[in-house]
């Protein structure tokens, strides 16, 4: 049996974070999976993650009101504030311990914005299940477009396990050529005047596209994410004082991943909400060069916040049973 198997299944039994729809048994000896309640991540890619090892344990609470980008019935255990969304109870389930890996989909920051509010990593591709059907529906700016599917995870390793399995792609050793909006220690990048991350959807798009045409992998800082604002186009739209809320929220380009048709890599920083962002065309070459990037950049992790997390016995001192 995988170690700690019994206490992540008790604890998701447990349901601590109200984050879980339904508990699953899964495989005792395999990494624990959750997986998002919509119906457009199809049980394909489950079929193909089951041979590396990993084991359906549990349906994940999301946002309501079709993907909605803040989670106002979940509470980020970090910050106390809603939950980033829409696959926000996926985000806490990884954060927690309770599951190896996580599963959502990603329409505007769906995926990688509740992950980098809880320091977590997150991955999203167009290349995951690239062939499935999709229902198009256009966002809360109006641009349709369909969604990616991506990972949690807290450790890269099985990060990297889960993208070969899926869509077998490995890091390659050389990042090519890197934009950054930013010098970063020991990355060899050509440091390029960005847009503002708040600029509108539409624009921000574009902008990235372009970059992304001329790099192999791009390179920001994303956030804090959801720590001093409401990050949110419903809330955001009513007037002056909402918009600024919403943009102190600090959702700026992954807003646009998924829309520009991007894969993007987030390794959390060391201040709260905070990510480095890696970005590429949805290549398989430019994808292998953004992970081989990604191995090379160490993601922070505060032990303060694991050992007050992680130790899911924690869950139990007051001797509740099963």
Do not use: W
Not at 97 to 115: E, K, T, W
Request: net charge negative; aromatic share 6%; charged share 20%.
């Amino acid at each position: 049996m995988k170690e700690n198997y019994l206490l992540q299944h008790k604890t998701a039994l447990l349901n601590p974070y109200g984050s879980i729809v339904q508990v699953l048994d899964g495989d005792p000896d395999k990494l624990l999976v959750g997986i998002k309640n919509v119906r457009s991540i199809p049980n394909t890619l489950m079929h193909k993650l089951e041979p590396a090892g990993f084991t359906l344990h549990t349906i994940d609470k999301k946002s309501q009101l079709a993907g909605r980008a803040v989670d106002t019935q979940l509470i980020n255990p970090i910050s106390g504030r809603y939950m980033s969304g829409s696959s926000s109870g996926t985000a806490i389930n990884v954060f927690a311990g309770i599951n190896d890996l996580g599963i959502g989909n990603d329409g505007g920051g769906s995926v990688l914005a509740p992950a980098i509010s809880l320091n977590i990593i997150s991955f999203i591709s167009k290349q995951i299940e690239a062939d499935r059907p999709q229902q198009l529906k256009p966002n809360t700016d109006n641009i349709t477009a369909g969604n990616s599917i991506g990972f949690m995870v807290r450790d890269k390793k099985i990060l990297y396990r889960a993208i070969k399995a899926a869509i077998a792609i490995t890091p390659a050793a050389s990042a090519g050529l890197v934009f950054a909006d930013r010098e970063y220690p020991g990355i060899d990048a050509q440091v390029i005047a960005i847009k503002d991350p708040a600029a509108p959807r539409a624009e921000l798009t574009d902008f990235l596209q372009e970059v992304l045409s001329r790099c192999d992998v791009f390179m920001i800082t994303e956030g804090p994410i959801d720590l001093e604002g409401f990050g949110d186009s419903l809330f955001g739209h009513f007037d002056e004082r909402t918009r600024n809320l919403q943009r102190a929220a600090g959702k700026g380009y992954v807003r646009v991943c998924n829309l520009a048709g991007a894969t993007a890599l987030s390794l959390p920083q060391s201040a709260l909400g905070t990510a480095t962002l890696l970005m590429c065309e949805s290549k398989p070459d430019k994808i292998a060069q953004l992970l081989g990037l990604g191995e090379r950049i160490e993601e922070a992790h505060d032990e303060l916040i694991e050992r007050y997390f992680l130790d899911l016995n924690n869950y139990f001192i007051d001797g509740y049973e099963i």
